[in-house]
Antibody
């Protein structure tokens, strides 16, 4: 059974940093691209970042480029999102999501999502 | 960036009736080399993560009831829910994965009339 478990969400002050983790199980982690999607309270879904299965290629939304870094440790089946220079508008539930393709590349829908972790940026 | 626009923003349908949600992309999401539309539909219930219903615009995800169907090509797409059930109350999102940044529609809230 595929499971994605996010952690690391917290209350942080503007300008602060946070690292989110997504522990994966139930599939061969290194074969799948992985994505972060966020959802501000009461709002819609916003794609944040994607990383290929090898970790070589990453892409970001303009709203987080230069501040967030996606990475993965395939030996630990874990996805990360390092978030720096946090702003109030980064307040959201952050979901990790799995790409169904086993080539490790992206350009697919997301077939499994975690339950999300809440990041609140406020003084 | 490809902008995804859904209509309507909210919808109330009687139990057993049909619900139709539309999604329009600002540019085509049809990839000519494989003739696939890079378009998915998700359902999100309160307090839960999104769940994929349809991908490649019309392929139903395993386990999704066949009352859910997707259609359309290029820039115009439709999610149809036949014989609406109480458990279908949710927010529905379309999403393009043709190019990054992947983008979602603003969501359509479906309620029971």
């Amino acid at each position: 059974e595929v499971q994605l478990l996010e952690s690391g969400g917290d209350l942080v002050q503007p300008g602060g940093s946070l690292r989110l983790s997504c522990a994966a199980s139930g599939f061969t982690f290194s074969r799948h691209a992985m994505t972060w999607v966020r959802q501000a309270p009461g709002k819609g879904l916003e794609w944040v970042s994607v990383i290929t299965g090898s970790g070589v290629t990453t892409k970001y939304a303009d709203s987080v480029k230069g501040r967030f870094t996606i990475s993965r440790d395939n030996s630990k089946s874990t996805l990360y999102l390092q978030m720096n220079s946090l702003r109030a508008e980064d307040t959201a539930v952050y979901y990790c999501a799995k790409d169904p393709d086993t080539t490790g590349y992206s350009y697919n829908h997301f077939d499994y999502w975690g339950q999300g972790t809440l990041v609140t940026v406020s003084s | 960036d490809i902008v995804m626009t859904q209509s309507p923003d909210s919808l109330a349908v009687s139990l057993g009736e049909r619900a139709t949600i539309n999604c329009k992309s600002s540019q085509s999401v049809l990839y000519s080399s494989n003739n696939k539309n890079f378009l998915a539909w998700y359902q999100q219930k309160p307090g839960q993560p999104p769940k994929v219903l349809i991908y490649w615009a019309s392929t139903r995800e395993s386990g999704v009831p066949d009352r859910f169907s997707g259609s359309g090509s290029g820039t115009d797409f439709t999610l149809t829910i036949n014989s609406l059930q109480a458990e279908d109350v949710a927010v529905y999102y379309c999403q393009q994965y043709y190019s990054t940044p992947y983008t979602f529609g603003q969501g359509t809230k479906l309620e029971i009339k």
